[in-house]
């Protein structure tokens, strides 16, 4: 998934990107569009940093919490992997961490008991367990 959304920049500033897009048609104003252009890759590199330092720094919290709490040796790595993909089953940790399906269970009421992910009714029957935290930051 990208980090850098020029789209978002460009978005928010639809009226002056058109304008620099009509002037560069009409009058070939390489400058100014470039100028633009490189103030959005400016501002979005700056919200990507800021994303992934708060993405970074809850990985390191929520690693520590479960490490304190003297739980299973695979809750860092369930954490690990929720900050791949912030949506699990527990047939995917199960997989991904090579457990039984209780095992994989038990990590992930762990995680919800400690308020890191909540559950929600998946299209079948499996819960859908989300890191709700993870997907704010990105998606924000």
């Given at each position: 998934?990208?980090l850098l959304y020029l789209s978002a920049y460009l978005e928010r500033c639809r009226d002056e990107y058109t304008a620099h897009l009509q002037a560069l048609s009409e009058s070939g104003n390489w400058h100014a ?108």
């Amino acid at each position: 998934m990208p980090l850098l959304y020029l789209s978002a920049y460009l978005e928010r500033c639809r009226d002056e990107y058109t304008a620099h897009l009509q002037a560069l048609s009409e009058s070939g104003n390489w400058h100014a569009w470039t100028v633009f252009f490189l103030k959005g890759v400016t501002e979005q590199s700056r919200d990507a940093t800021a994303r992934a330092k708060r993405l970074l720094d809850l990985q390191q919290e929520w690693r520590q919490r479960v490490t304190r709490a003297r739980a299973s040796a695979m809750l860092p790595k369930l954490v690990d992997l929720f900050f791949q993909s912030p949506y699990m089953t527990v047939a995917h940790v199960q997989e991904a961490l090579k457990l039984s399906y209780q095992g994989a269970q038990n990590l992930l009421k762990r995680m919800a008991v400690q308020q890191m992910v909540v559950t929600r009714k998946n299209r079948g029957s499996a819960k859908l367990y989300i890191a709700e935290q993870i997907v704010q930051i990105v998606t924000e």
